[in-house]
């Protein structure tokens, strides 16, 4: 039987998505991307998720496209293959309706450093690294690479990092702010399902919509950011978390959200 190359598992509200394919470093064939967008979908649609964890099996996270998948190297229309794989890999976590965790268990490379960074919140084990591995092929950051970077760690580190194609050890990544968090290896999961509980009680709507609204801002002049926010701020004033959270708040008891 062919072994899965995403597993996933669910505990309470947490979703954990599990890259599979560790022989060849998590790398994505068209049969992951096959199962991996399917699985994020299920996560989205499911109303009873309020938190998703992506990490990878073995001792790497993700070493980015499968130089070797035939379906997907070789005489193939590169420019094809970032429209139907990851366009609407990048966009869908970018627009989860629940807060994303990326626990990085080792090597992210390529599209598998900038999967990460399409997450809310990376968390690094020590010993894990990032490299934008494209310059040594030929290609330039892709999966958001190229608008994620410079946003995270301005136009010289991003350049930097993008030309070089240097190793990023995960201290580094936290020293510069391209990711949240670098913990023990052996923290790793622990650390993830813990930031995920607590993402859990929280408005998952208002989540979503904040980091709506950071994104779109960059774009905007500091007016426009305001619109944005008070457009926002009148939709989710109506909701039902916002009455819950005020509500809890003053009978000094924990806030039940269910909105998402
Ligand atoms: O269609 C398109 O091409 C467009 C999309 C592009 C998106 C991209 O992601 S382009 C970038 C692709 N990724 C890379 O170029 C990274 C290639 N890998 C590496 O540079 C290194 O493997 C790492 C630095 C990530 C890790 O190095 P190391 O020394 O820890 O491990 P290793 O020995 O190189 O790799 C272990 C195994 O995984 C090895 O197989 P083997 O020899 O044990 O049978 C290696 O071939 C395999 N592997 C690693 N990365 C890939 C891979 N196999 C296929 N594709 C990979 N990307």
Redesign the pocket.
């Given at each position: 039987m062919t072994e899965p190359t995403v597993l996933v598992a669910t505990a309470g509200a947490v979703r954990t998505i599990t890259l599979n394919r560790p022989?060849?470093?998590n790398?994505?064939t068209a049969a992951m991307h096959g199962e991996l967008l399917p699985a994020l979908q299920q996560a989205a649609d499911d109303k009873a998720i309020r938190a998703l964890i992506i990490t990878g099996s073995g001792?790497?996270f993700c070493?980015?496209?499968?130089?070797?998948?035939p379906a997907?190297?070789g005489d193939?229309d590169?420019g094809a293959?970032?429209e139907r794989c990851?366009r609407p890999l990048a966009t869908r976590l970018r627009t989860m309706p629940v807060p994303v965790i990326a626990a990085v268990n080792g090597?992210a490379?390529?599209?598998?450093a900038n999967m990460a960074l399409c997450c809310d919140f990376v968390l690094a084990a020590r010993s894990a690294s990032f490299?934008q591995?494209?310059s040594?092929?030929g290609?330039v950051p892709?999966?958001g690479g190229s608008w994620l970077l410079p946003r995270l760690v301005g136009r010289a580190r991003a350049l930097g990092l993008a030309m070089s194609g240097d190793?990023l050890p995960a201290e580094e990544a936290e020293r510069i702010g391209l990711i949240w968090k670098c913990v023990d290896d052996a923290a790793l999961m622990d650390s993830a399902q813990a930031l995920a509980a607590k993402l859990c009680l929280m408005p998952s709507r208002a989540l979503a919509e904040t980091r709506r609204l950071l994104d779109s801002a960059m774009a905007m002049d500091f007016g426009d950011a305001i619109t944005q926010e008070a457009d926002t701020q009148r939709e989710l004033g109506r909701a039902g978390d916002f009455a819950e959270g005020v509500a809890a708040f003053f009978a000094k008891r924990p806030p039940v959200f269910r909105d998402r």
């Open positions: 022989a060849a470093l790398s994505f001792r790497g070493a980015g496209q499968d130089l070797m998948d997907m190297t193939v590169v293959v970032i990851y090597v490379a390529g599209a598998g490299i591995a494209f040594k092929i290609l892709d999966c190793k």
